[in-house]
């Protein structure tokens, strides 16, 4: 089976910066593609970044010049960098890789318990 960590998360105030990190591991022949993801109270999750295996990105419009996603292929680890940050960003943060089983031809993908980050003076 595959698993998904996420780590970093935490009390910032406005503007603030915080890094969260996620790892996959365990039956994995090859990570395809890594993303974050967002949920407030009774919000609907939201998309937030993601990054290929080759390195393309996407951030979200609402991030866009204050989140930075990074990856370590090696590692199978994908950063998220959040700089400048607002209480709006507030929320748990999901971590969601999409792999190769290890012995398999499938393709699938996996959410990690998520890490929370709060924004507050």
């Known amino acids: 089976q595959v698993h998904v960590v996420e780590s970093g998360g935490g009390l910032v105030q406005p503007g603030g910066s915080l890094r969260l990190s996620c790892v996959a591991s365990?039956?994995?022949?090859?990570?395809?593609?890594m993303g974050w993801y967002r949920q407030a109270p009774g919000k609907q999750r939201e998309s937030v970044a993601s990054?290929?295996?080759?390195?393309?990105?996407n951030v979200v419009d609402s991030v866009k010049g204050r989140f930075t996603i990074s990856r370590d292929n090696a590692k199978n680890t994908v950063y998220l960098q959040m700089n400048s940050l607002k209480p709006e960003d507030t929320a748990v943060y999901y971590c969601?890789?999409?792999?190769?089983?290890?012995?398999?031809?499938?393709?699938?993908?996996?959410w990690g318990q998520g890490t929370q980050v709060t924004v507050s003076s």
């Open positions: 365990g039956s994995i022949f090859k990570v395809n593609g």
């Open positions: 990054i290929t295996s080759s390195g393309s990105t």
């Open positions: 969601n890789a999409v792999t190769i089983v290890t012995g398999t031809l499938r393709v699938t993908d996996h």
